[in-house]
């Protein structure tokens, strides 16, 4: 069956803080790791007032001190905006602390703005490097062999396992040539999905890190006991969305009943294209459209996100989930 993780942006919900959305990041990594969720990974977002896990490594150590079992990890690292050494240190922190539990997962983007970009003191050209970067950063990794002069410490020696992250044909290029995992965000850029897992899985090579193709998907999943109660938690992200498409982002905005009824034309298409990746409703409506998603796609996994602003119902759904995979894992 295929496995279930979870990717939290660590929500700001209107009139919170990241204070507040750091401590449920904790508090969801437990109930899933009760409930037995694979992994948990946290995304590096800059200059997003509504995204509390920017500064993802230090993210992901207080997640990891706060639990027991899950592997916790990036979805990830915007590996352009940092130096490859710098990346494998920090990396190789988190594993020396908490071994066999850290995973990597390596983006291309900036995860922000160009004005944001810049003041990271981004290079607009580093992108390119990419390939290059993810070699360099995984080299870091091996057993220091004799007379290196640049070594990362911690790093050296280990076992960190490193994902390709894309919402293109390029990530799913990478990811086959390097015989990596891939994950593909479909949760928000769900266009060439079905092209990306074709490019992936005929053209994998086979590596020391990974025998075969291992695909995991983005995936919204908003559940509730009834259909409607799904469907109001959801515009949250609706909104959010428009809003950071038009230019404004902000933070997590409450839900807001009939959302989608009075919005404009191109913003319903807009939603309709870019969330099309999306399981909203009762336990039945989801085990359906869970069903459905890994009938098309063949993914081995799921990385479900939710960004209900109720942290209650955020929690709620990811147990009503947990509940419908277990069932559906006995049926098949």
């Given at each position: 069956?295929?496995?279930?993780?979870?990717?939290?942006?660590?929500?700001?919900?209107?009139?919170?803080?990241?204070?507040?959305?750091?401590?449920?990041?904790?508090?969801?990594?437990?109930?899933?790791?009760?409930?037995?969720?694979?992994?948990?990974?946290?995304a590096?977002?800059?200059?997003?007032?509504?995204?509390?896990?920017?500064?993802?490594?230090?993210?992901?150590?207080?997640?990891?001190?706060?639990?027991?079992?899950?592997?916790?990890?990036?979805?990830?690292?915007?590996?352009?905006n940092?130096?490859?050494?710098?990346?494998a240190?920090?990396?190789?922190?988190?594993?020396?602390?908490?071994?066999?539990?850290?995973?990597?997962?390596?983006?291309?983007?900036?995860?922000?703005?160009?004005?944001?970009?810049?003041?990271?003191?981004?290079?607009?050209?580093?992108?390119?490097?990419?390939?290059?970067?993810?070699?360099?950063?995984?080299?870091?990794?091996?057993?220091?062999?004799?007379?290196?002069?640049?070594?990362?410490?911690?790093?050296?020696?280990?076992?960190v396992?490193?994902?390709?992250?894309?919402?293109s044909?390029?990530?799913?290029?990478?990811?086959?040539?390097?015989?990596?995992?891939?994950?593909?965000?479909?949760?928000?850029?769900?266009?060439?999905?079905?092209?990306?897992?074709?490019?992936?899985?005929?053209?994998?090579?086979?590596?020391?890190?990974?025998d075969?193709?291992?695909?995991?998907l983005?995936?919204?999943?908003?559940?509730?006991?009834?259909?409607?109660?799904?469907?109001?938690?959801?515009?949250?992200?609706?909104?959010?969305?428009?809003?950071?498409r038009?230019?404004?982002?902000g933070?997590?905005?409450?839900?807001?009943?009939?959302?989608?009824?009075?919005?404009?034309?191109?913003?319903?298409?807009?939603?309709?294209?870019?969330?099309?990746?999306?399981?909203?409703?009762?336990?039945?409506?989801?085990?359906?459209?869970?069903?459905?998603?890994?009938?098309?796609t063949?993914?081995?996994?799921?990385?479900?996100?939710?960004?209900?602003?109720?942290?209650?119902?955020?929690?709620?759904?990811?147990?009503?989930?947990?509940?419908?995979?277990?069932a559906?894992?006995?049926?098949?």
């Amino acid at each position: 069956m295929t496995a279930l993780s979870v990717l939290d942006l660590s929500p700001i919900t209107q009139g919170s803080t990241a204070s507040q959305s750091l401590a449920n990041s904790l508090d969801l990594a437990r109930h899933a790791e009760r409930l037995g969720y694979t992994r948990y990974w946290l995304a590096e977002h800059h200059n997003m007032p509504g995204i509390a896990s920017a500064a993802t490594s230090v993210v992901i150590a207080h997640v990891a001190g706060g639990t027991k079992t899950i592997r916790v990890g990036a979805g990830g690292i915007m590996l352009p905006n940092h130096a490859p050494l710098v990346i494998a240190e920090q990396f190789g922190t988190l594993a020396a602390l908490f071994p066999g539990r850290i995973d990597l997962g390596l983006g291309r983007a900036p995860g922000t703005d160009m004005l944001t970009a810049r003041a990271l003191r981004r290079n607009l050209e580093s992108a390119d490097n990419f390939p290059q970067d993810v070699v360099e950063l995984m080299g870091y990794f091996q057993p220091a062999e004799e007379g290196q002069r640049i070594r990362a410490v911690p790093g050296e020696g280990q076992t960190v396992p490193v994902w390709i992250l894309g919402s293109s044909l390029y990530g799913a290029q990478l990811a086959a040539l390097l015989g990596l995992p891939y994950a593909f965000a479909s949760h928000f850029a769900p266009a060439e999905l079905d092209q990306a897992l074709e490019v992936y899985r005929t053209r994998f090579q086979p590596s020391a890190e990974l025998d075969k193709p291992y695909v995991m998907l983005g995936l919204n999943v908003f559940a509730a006991p009834t259909d409607a109660e799904a469907k109001l938690l959801f515009t949250s992200l609706q909104q959010a969305f428009v809003n950071l498409r038009s230019g404004r982002p902000g933070q997590l905005p409450p839900p807001v009943e009939n959302y989608d009824r009075d919005l404009d034309p191109m913003a319903k298409s807009m939603l309709a294209q870019a969330l099309s990746c999306a399981v909203v409703g009762s336990p039945e409506t989801v085990r359906q459209g869970i069903d459905a998603f890994i009938r098309r796609t063949g993914a081995d996994e799921l990385m479900v996100t939710a960004q209900c602003f109720d942290h209650a119902a955020r929690v709620r759904s990811f147990e009503i989930l947990a509940d419908v995979h277990k069932a559906m894992s006995k049926a098949a």
